[in-house]
Structure formats: C-alpha cells, structure tokens
C-alpha cells in the first residue's frame, strides 16, 4: 500500500515537472522577446546581458512616433472581414458537403488553392487585382486572404455538422421551419464550439500572412506583419522595436483565444456536439 502511494506521488511529480517544463519552454520566447523591448540600445543585441536599466524608449517610438498603430488598425481590419466572409461562405458550403454529399471531387477542389504553394497564385492574384484597381488596397489583402481562409473554415466545420443528428433538423422542419430556418436557427447553434475554434483558426491565419501582405501593399495599406519586417533595413535589425511590434501582434491573439476559450476546447477536442 505504502509502495502505491509512493509510486502515485512520484507520478504525480513527474507530471508536474513536465507541465513546468512546456510552461517554461512556451513562455520563455516571450520573456526573451519582452526583455529585449525593454533592454536600452547599447545592450540589446547581447542576449546574455540580464541586468540592465529598462527604458519605455522603444515602446514609445513605435507607438507614439511610428506606423504601427496603422498597420495594427489595417490588420484587424482584413482579419476580422476575412473570418467574417470565410464563416458567411463556409458554413453553408460546409452543410452543403455533410448533408447533401456534395461530390468527393468538389470537396477536395475546395482545397485546392490551400494545397498549392502561395508563390503559384500570387501572380493571377497579382493581375487581377491590378486590372481591378485593388493593388496597395486592404480589399485587395482580403481576397488574397479568402482563398486560403475559406478552404480551412470549411474543412474545419464538415465534421461538426456530420456529429449534428439529422433527426434534429428532421424534427425543426416538421414544426414548421424551412430548411434555411433549420439551418439557421438550429444547426447553427448546435456547432458554436465549432465556429469558435474555425474563427479563430482563420483570425490567426489572416493576421499572421506576411506572403500576400508583403507583395499587395504598400504604404497605406501595410499590415502589421509587413510593418514587423520593415524593422529589418540595410543598415541591420533595429531589435528593440521589432520586439515592441512583436509583442503587439500577440495580444490579439491572446484576447481572442481567452475570450472564448471554453467553446475553443470543445471544438478543438472535436465530436463537440453531444445530445
């Protein structure tokens, strides 16, 4: 009996060095990149300097005296209108594959512009948006966006609807809804977990895309992680401010996943929708 026990805790510390351990292998990234933002330009490029005098120096030129608000405010826009069409778009043509077996072949072309590498389409992109007028436009950011986004978030909610019983769409439209009602006010809401986690999937590969942002944009239309790179210049990597910037393009990560975390995990653990 002593022996279970014994082996028990023992389990139990080794599981709680291994959590330490993930903690302190995902944090430090961050602790490193938030030290060098505070660290004073003559100690910056030395990562083994750990005791300095800390200066807001950098964060203040980058948010008082740079672009980056900007670029952040563009950013959030092409984001947040990326997921909001990719979710419009998605939903239904997801239904549509789970429902109706809409053919193999549609469900896998779906995918095809997500499996290609982004080098090939650019250039279409390119050419189109240019007859179009949409060069150095966020509009322009967000088609770009859409081809990689929608193909994800449709993929993404196929399963949440097949894990919903069509005996509970059967039973809406015998009390007197349409199929679009059913959809709508039934189904929809049965795979919250689903469009959660699909939203924030698709946020994260929106805000993050330098590829489509780098070539599309320019000075007006910069997003952020464009602007992150314009820290790089011929005369070398001004750090403390690329570490500011850094720093800022996380936090609307960090918000987002924290606010809905809860629906996050069910649908992150898949088979979410339970009756």
Same mark, same amino acid.
């Given at each position: =009996?002593? /022996?279970?026990?014994?082996?028990?805790?023992?389990?139990?510390?080794? @599981?709680? $060095?291994?959590?330490?351990?993930?903690?302190?292998?995902?944090?430090?990234?961050? $602790?490193?990149?938030?030290?060098?933002?505070?660290?004073?330009?003559?100690?910056?490029?030395?990562?083994?300097?750990?005791?300095?005098?800390?200066?807001?120096? /950098?964060?203040?030129?980058?948010?008082?005296?740079?672009?980056?608000?900007?670029?952040?405010?563009?950013?959030?826009?092409?984001?947040?209108?990326?997921?909001?069409?990719?979710?419009?778009?998605?939903?239904?043509?997801?239904?549509?594959?789970?429902?109706?077996?809409?053919?193999?072949?549609?469900?896998?072309?779906? &995918?095809?512009?997500?499996?290609?590498?982004?080098?090939?389409?650019?250039?279409?992109?390119?050419?189109?948006?240019? %007859?179009?007028?949409?060069?150095?436009?966020?509009?322009?950011?967000?088609?770009?966006?859409?081809?990689?986004?929608?193909?994800?978030?449709?993929?993404? $909610?196929?399963?949440?609807? *097949?894990?919903? +019983?069509?005996?509970?769409?059967? %039973?809406? =439209?015998?009390?007197?809804?349409?199929?679009? %009602?059913?959809?709508?006010? @039934?189904?929809?809401?049965?795979?919250?977990?689903?469009?959660?986690?699909?939203?924030?999937?698709?946020?994260?590969?929106?805000? /993050?895309?330098?590829?489509?942002?780098?070539? &599309?944009?320019?000075?007006?239309?910069?997003?952020?992680?464009?602007?992150?790179?314009?820290?790089?210049?011929?005369?070398?990597? *001004? =750090?403390?401010?690329?570490?500011?910037?850094?720093?800022?393009?996380?936090? +609307?990560? $960090?918000?987002?996943?924290?606010?809905? %975390?809860?629906?996050?995990?069910?649908?992150?653990?898949?088979?979410? @929708?339970?009756?």
């Amino acid at each position: =009996m002593t /022996n279970t026990v014994g082996q028990s805790r023992l389990a139990s510390l080794a @599981v709680a $060095l291994l959590v330490a351990l993930a903690i302190v292998i995902v944090l430090f990234p961050f $602790l490193w990149i938030f030290l060098a933002s505070i660290k004073p330009a003559s100690v910056v490029a030395l990562p083994d300097v750990w005791t300095f005098s800390p200066t807001a120096k /950098n964060w203040n030129d980058v948010l008082l005296g740079s672009d980056v608000p900007k670029n952040i405010l563009n950013s959030l826009i092409v984001s947040v209108v990326t997921v909001s069409v990719a979710l419009f778009t998605g939903a239904p043509a997801a239904y549509s594959f789970s429902r109706y077996k809409t053919g193999a072949g549609f469900r896998f072309t779906i &995918l095809a512009a997500e499996m290609m590498p982004p080098a090939i389409l650019i250039l279409p992109l390119f050419l189109i948006l240019y %007859q179009l007028g949409l060069i150095d436009s966020l509009m322009g950011v967000i088609l770009a966006h859409l081809t990689f986004v929608v193909p994800v978030v449709t993929w993404f $909610l196929i399963g949440f609807f *097949d894990d919903v +019983p069509r005996e509970l769409e059967d %039973q809406a =439209m015998i009390d007197g809804y349409t199929r679009f %009602q059913a959809f709508y006010k @039934v189904i929809l809401p049965a795979i919250r977990p689903g469009i959660a986690a699909a939203a924030v999937f698709g946020f994260v590969l929106s805000w /993050n895309d330098m590829f489509y942002a780098l070539i &599309l944009t320019g000075g007006e239309s910069k997003t952020l992680p464009v602007a992150i790179a314009g820290f790089w210049t011929f005369r070398g990597i *001004d =750090m403390g401010k690329m570490a500011v910037a850094i720093l800022i393009a996380v936090v +609307p990560i $960090l918000i987002v996943s924290f606010f809905i %975390q809860k629906h996050l995990v069910r649908g992150l653990g898949g088979g979410a @929708v339970k009756f």
